[in-house]
């Protein structure tokens, strides 16, 4: 696979090309620029510059670079075979030169995998953690700053009456809920799919039918203010 490139210098191009994968890109700006990056590089991807070259040279550095194969005879070999040891040498570059980088990249993917995105905040690795305050939860927080996170409840388990400082956005992925705003006298089933939204200072009860897994977002650190506990929470549910 070949491929051609410009720009004013030429040299923008062939850095950009270069970011990819198995791209050997080489500016060039004579037939013999484009002889040697065939010969010496295995140059995949020729960069011309619109500025230094004009129509005529230009058509002669594609048709060289075009024509010639990888160690011929060069300007740099002064135009005449290389010796068996750079040949050998030459031969040899392409797989050490795909090489080049993968080491450091894999070592930082293998970093990045590890912490949490400085730019996104997303929390990578993070196991799901027991909610202490409400029995057969667990929680995984996935982003930070906004904070989000998945919540598991076990069936059976009831939320007692609570409220938070912040506003929390609940989109439920597995199982199903009911749950009961008490300040706005209030009470909504949910099942996978549904979405709602809870303002800060309102409090709510919840009661889980089936093990249950939802996504959570809040603004601000996590706080949670009891109303009941979880005895008068169960007795009001089953007066319902």
Do not use: Q
């Not at 040697?36 to 070259?53: E, F, H, P, Q």
């Not at 090489?99 to 070592?107: A, M, N, P």
């Amino acid at each position: 696979i070949r491929g051609l490139v410009a720009c004013g210098t030429g040299v923008g191009v062939s850095i950009f090309a270069n970011k990819f994968p198995s791209v050997y890109s080489s500016t060039c700006i004579s037939p013999d620029d484009a002889k040697n990056s065939r010969s010496i590089n295995n140059s995949n991807v020729l960069a011309v510059s619109g500025t230094a070259t004009d129509k005529e040279t230009g058509i002669k550095i594609l048709e060289t670079w075009l024509n010639t194969p990888f160690k011929s005879p060069c300007p740099a070999s002064d135009n005449v075979p290389w010796p068996t040891e750079i040949d050998n040498f030459l031969e040899g570059s392409i797989e050490e030169m795909s090489k080049i980088g993968v080491t450091v990249i894999e070592d930082h993917l293998k970093k990045e995998e590890s912490e949490s995105c400085a730019i996104c905040n997303l929390a990578k690795n993070r196991e799901f953690e027991p909610v202490d305050i409400m029995p057969g939860a667990c929680m995984r927080i996935v982003r930070e700053s906004p904070t989000s996170a998945i919540v598991r409840f076990e069936a059976g388990s009831v939320e007692p009456a609570h409220h938070h400082t912040f506003g929390h956005d609940v989109v439920v992925m597995k199982g199903s809920k009911k749950v009961w705003n008490l300040s706005k006298k209030e009470s909504y089933d949910l099942g996978v799919g549904d979405f709602l939204f809870t303002p800060a200072g309102d409090v709510h009860r919840v009661k889980y039918f089936e093990d249950t897994e939802f996504f959570i977002r809040w603004d601000g650190h996590w706080d949670i203010f009891l109303d009941e506990d979880l005895n008068a929470a169960k007795d009001a549910i089953a007066k319902e």
